[in-house]
Structures are given as C-alpha cells and as structure tokens.
C-alpha cells in the first residue's frame, strides 16, 4: 500500500520558533507538494518540488521554506514560526507526466499550533 | 482569482438520498478534474476522477458529470449514507502541469 508519511500528527510550537515538518514517501514519486488547510480556504499551495534539490513556490509561500535533499523526503520549514502559522499542513505525492489518474496522494496531516 | 469554485460551503442530505455536489472553473486549459474526501484530523483521499474527453464516470455509489461548455462538474452520491460525511473538494489540473488546483470544499453531512 503507497505511503506518505507526515512525522507528527500534532504539535504546539512557541512563537518565533524554528520548525521542522517532515515528509517521505514510498512510492518513487517525482513530485511533491506542501499544502495548508484553513477553515473556508481550502487547500493552499506552499511550495512544491519536482525533482531533488528543486523547488517552486506556490501560492502562499511568505514564512516558509523547503528542502528536498532526497527523492522520497520534502520538509516544510517555518523560519520563525508565528500564531497565523496555526492549520493544518498537508503533504503530497504525484508521478509525472500525468501518468496517475489518482492526481496526488495526501499524508494524514500535522495540525501546528502556534502559541 | 479562484480558478476552481465550490459555491456551496456545505449540504446536508438525508440518509438514502441522492448528494449533489457541484464545482465550476474558469480555467479552459484545465484536462483533469478530481474528486477527494476529507475526514476531520486525516489527509484528503482520492475519490473519483474524469477527464476532460469524458462526460461521465461513474464508480459505485459515486458518479462524476462533466459539462465543458458551462465548465462545470459535479458529483453524485447515491445512496448517500451516513459514512460519506466529509468535506469534498475538487481539484482540476492543467494540461502539462503536475499542480492540481482545489475548491475551498463542501462539507457534506448526511
């Protein structure tokens, strides 16, 4: 069964703290994809890679960075974390060239808070 | 600007009913277009898919129509059971692109 793995499902982090969300999939998949999940926003695209040592900003990249030193691993980094930082952030995989009619499959989710 | 739109924030339907969820895009280069569930505290989950060539696919309890010239698609659930309460979103993706673009979602409650 095909895998994405968020490290932790919940976690509190203080103000201006440095964090570190973890991701890794099993899966051999080229691309993946940070997302946020806010009440009546949906889902917001923070940064994606398609390839090692690649990144592209998304939509609402401000706060954050990436790292992709390894295919199967994409971590979301918060620099200095801040209160409207709190959601719910998602992590993503997909196979290139349109290959899967599945589109992405989704880790299970870290909720950040924020205090 | 919202290139994918799902007007409706929720819909409550009853058990044994039929569940109609719609979305509307804007973006006419979009080939791909995706169904997912969400349940409170876990990641999304593919639910169904169709391609911009197709009108109709339909799986199990759950159908997907797809009307280009109103860019509009929709998803049916029938019966709908009490199960299938989640917020649904839709996606699109662009030919040639590997981003998939979403609604905000539904919340479906049956």
């Known amino acids: 069964d095909v895998k994405v793995t968020q490290s932790s499902r919940y976690l509190v982090k203080r103000t201006g703290e440095k964090v570190f969300l973890e991701c890794v999939q099993d899966m051999d998949h080229e691309n993946m994809f940070w997302y946020r999940q806010d009440p009546g926003l949906g889902l917001r695209l923070i940064y994606f890679s398609y390839d090692v040592k690649m990144k592209e900003k998304g939509d609402i990249p401000e706060g954050y960075s990436v790292s992709r030193e390894k295919k199967e691993r994409f971590s979301l980094i918060l620099e200095s974390a801040s209160t409207n930082q709190t959601s719910m952030y998602l992590c993503?995989?997909?196979?290139?060239?349109?290959?899967?009619?599945?589109?992405?499959?989704f880790g299970s989710g870290t909720r950040l808070t924020v205090v | 600007d919202q290139q994918v739109k799902q007007n409706s924030p929720s819909l409550s339907v009853q058990e044994g009913r039929i569940s109609i969820l719609n979305c509307d895009y804007t973006n006419s280069m979009f080939d791909y277009f995706l169904w997912y569930k969400k349940y409170p505290a876990e990641g999304p989950t593919f639910l169904i898919s169709i391609s911009s060539i197709k009108d109709k696919n339909e799986d199990g309890r759950f159908t997907v129509f797809l009307n280009k010239s109103a860019k509009h698609l929709s998803l049916h659930i029938v019966p709908s059971q009490p199960g299938d309460s989640a917020v649904y979103f839709c996606?699109?993706?662009?030919?040639?692109?590997?981003?998939?673009?979403f609604g905000k979602g539904t919340k479906l409650t049956v």
């Open positions: 993503a995989s997909s196979t290139s060239g349109g290959r899967s009619s599945y589109g992405y499959t």
């Open positions: 996606a699109a993706r662009e030919g040639g692109s590997e981003k998939l673009v």
